[in-house]
């Protein structure tokens, strides 16, 4: 099933296998299991296949796997943004315009 979210990101899931493609890199992760050999060696018979071991990262995605799950963050992303533009001292605030001001 193709995710409402991202028409990049496919998950299978009955099994809890996800795979994520972004331009020429395809990211597969799940339980271990007969599906996902099933689809590495499928991959492989297209494409070059590298198997790169547990990831850490996903382009603008910092993921860290801990006992209770695992967390997705976007910090370091965010902080090259507001670099770009100059931003990084900017004060966060929760409206970007006085609540009260009259149009």
């Known amino acids: 099933m193709i995710t409402a979210g991202d028409p990049c990101i496919l998950v299978h899931e009955s099994v809890g296998l996800f795979l994520a493609i972004y331009v020429d890199d395809i990211t597969l992760f799940g339980a271990t ?8 060696n499928m991959l492989k018979t297209e494409f070059k296949v590298n ?3 547990q990831f850490n990262w996903l382009p603008g ?5 801990t006992d209770d799950g695992i967390t997705l963050s976007q910090t370091t992303f965010i902080d ?3 670099n ?5 001292d900017c004060k966060p605030v929760s409206m970007p315009i006085d609540s009260n001001h009259q149009f």
């Open 33 to 40: 299991g007969e599906l996902k050999e099933q689809t590495i």
């Open 51 to 53: 198997n790169m071991g």
């Open 61 to 65: 995605i910092q993921i860290t796997f």
């Open 80 to 82: 090259k943004i507001l």
């Open 84 to 88: 770009r533009f100059s931003m990084q």
